[in-house]
């Protein structure tokens, strides 16, 4: 009995790789681009501070009524950040700082001498803080 040894084949192809590209578009309920909804007014009556929750996003990942003065600069936020907020008004006074992660809240006093147009807020490494890297 003669046995025929088959010849090997070749190995088998990679699978082709699966690609997919996704455009979202966001509107509300009447069809108003999302990029299109102006922020809420103001809702309540002489506020004694202002809170803000550091979520460590870009400023093109964010969405607030700051994106025209919100820079990113070496690489942006990161997970956890020193955050010093000043009076960028007439006397550049300390509001507040504090080193931040993702998640925690950081609160500025507010008063009528202080407008919430005129506080700056600095983003900066928490090894370096030299290094900034969100000035909104």
Request: glycine share 4%.
């Amino acid at each position: 009995v003669s046995m025929v040894t088959p010849v090997p084949t070749e190995p088998p192809t990679e699978p082709q790789s699966c690609r997919v590209s996704v455009a979202i578009a966001c509107a509300d309920e009447e069809g108003t681009n999302c990029n299109d909804i102006p922020s809420t007014p103001k809702q309540c009556d002489d506020p004694s501070v202002l809170t803000f929750v550091y979520t460590a996003q870009t400023c093109e990942q964010s969405f607030n009524s700051q994106d025209d003065s919100c820079e990113d600069s070496n690489d942006g936020p990161s997970t956890s950040a020193t955050v010093v907020c000043i009076n960028s008004g007439s006397d550049s006074a300390v509001l507040t700082d504090g080193t931040l992660i993702v998640g925690d809240t950081i609160t500025v006093p507010f008063n009528i001498a202080i407008i919430a147009s005129s506080i700056t807020c600095t983003v900066s490494s928490i090894d370096n803080t030299d290094e900034v890297l969100q000035t909104l």
